[in-house]
């Protein structure tokens, strides 16, 4: 198949990166893709862990690698939605207002700690991620290109936090955990530490593609009408799901086609496969989900609603020969 961006070479600028964080990051490589498809897709990622399991390292060092000025917002109890966004201030020598950026004017921007903030300061993100800019006394300021937001959040079991708000969470394209590494892992987390004289590993840029062609590559990739068709199947029943008491919206059903494309790209294929949408599913689909209270009170886990999913709907056999046409 051919396409008119090079996917191939786009795959490898994706492999590049994931190696070069994987330098400094001590986690599954199948994390670090999710992160980078959700970048791909134009999105923003939620990393949920308790802390020290790299969240910050791991969206510090994606910048890096990338080539992209990083900003980090650490999210508290008394932040106010003006230290996010940015506020106008005199200037005693113009004797006019000037505008100060925030924070959130980044091309990467690690929200720490989000739902540590009330949801006040939450909401202060909805215009920045869905729409790339802010609207502050009236004046719209428009975010940099490229604009992606990594949150992370504590479990919400943690004294100190409030719940993401369901508008909030479908923000997110995708949301993963980078986990506990397993010993082999976390010696070598004390090996390298013991091989340096610095706490946190450097990471430089490893690609020498413009961001917004590693962007546009996904728009190139093409998806079966089958595969189309069990993306929808797939988002259509978590909505028949008896647990479940809200399922995904037409949103989720595109940001999992979008998703499934740039996974496609990141993994060096120029179309999707049924393969590559059941990997992402899960990462698409189950913070998206509003469980019923059984559920909730029988401690039904919501990835485990999409795997039974995944279990329950036909799987779509494709097989691709020449160039497909739309």
Known sequence: MSTDTDVDAVADHCGTVLDTVSGAVITERETLETVLSGFLARGHVLLEDVPGTGKTLTARSLAN????????????????????????????????FEFREGPIFGNVVLADEIN?????????????????QVTIDGETHALPDPFFVIATQNPIEQDGTFPLPE???????????LGYPDEDGELEIIDRRAARTDRTP???????????????APESVHVEKEVRKYVVRLARATREDSRVETGVSP???????????????VRGRDYVTPDHVARIAPEVLSHRLVLTPDARVD???????VADLLDDVEVPTVTYTEQPSE
């Open 65 to 96: 690698a990338l080539g992209l000025e990083f900003s980090r917002i650490q999210f508290t109890p008394d932040l106010l939605p003006a230290d996010v966004t940015g506020t106008y201030v005199f200037n005693e020598k113009t004797q006019e």
């Open 116 to 132: 540590r903030a009330s949801p006040k300061t939450q909401a202060a993100l909805l215009e920045a991620m869905a729409e790339g």
């Open 167 to 177: 508008a909030q969470v479908d923000r997110f394209v995708v949301k993963t955990s």
């Open 202 to 216: 450097s990471v430089t840029e490893a690609v020498s593609m413009a961001p917004a062609e590693l962007r546009q």
């Open 251 to 265: 949103r989720a059903t595109q940001r999992l086609f979008e998703a499934a494309r740039a996974l496609a790209v």
């Open 299 to 305: 401690d039904v886990e919501k990835r485990a609603v």
